[in-house]
């Protein structure tokens, strides 16, 4: 149940709860679009870091969420289902596992994430996009908590 008073609307609470601070929920609306509009990260790499930040921030409504647009390119839920799992059992290539291990960090041990880690991501992946992944694991990571936090539990967007 959520913990503030939400306006009734499209989109469920998780929409509505911006309409509580319009200025402040045009800058999330922003944040969000920019995450899944205008990444220059592979899709599975996106969203196997936003599904580990969904679970670590144990968000009800991120772990659910599955965007339209990104099912139409194929993401499955067997995908899903074996983000965080060590034992290799989904496939994942050396990207998606790096970016996973750092999602880890970022939201439990960001102290840990020293040059030598800083090296690993730059063999896989370009400067833009480790700044890239680096903005998307903050709005995952901080909204979800939002989420979390306050008690949203319930959405009915499905795309974004």
Request: include cysteine; glycine fraction near 6%.
């Amino acid at each position: 149940m959520a913990r503030l008073d939400i306006p009734e609307g499209e989109g469920g609470d998780a929409v509505q709860l911006w309409s509580l601070r319009p200025e402040m929920g045009a800058a999330v609306n922003r944040l969000v679009d920019a995450a899944y509009n205008k990444s220059i990260l592979p899709v599975r790499v996106r969203e196997a870091v936003r599904m580990r930040i969904a679970q670590l921030n144990d968000c009800s409504v991120c772990l659910a969420f599955r965007a339209d647009k990104v099912k139409a390119q194929g993401l499955t839920e067997e995908f899903y289902c074996h983000v965080g799992e060590r034992d290799g059992a989904a496939d994942f290539n050396e990207q998606e596992r790096l970016a996973m291990d750092y999602a880890e960090r970022f939201a439990l041990d960001h102290l840990s994430i020293d040059d030598a880690f800083i090296s690993r991501l730059r063999d896989a992946f370009t400067d833009p996009e480790i700044l890239d992944l680096t903005i998307c694991l903050t709005a995952f990571l901080g909204l979800g908590r939002t989420l979390r936090v306050l008690g949203i539990t319930e959405t009915s967007l499905t795309d974004v």
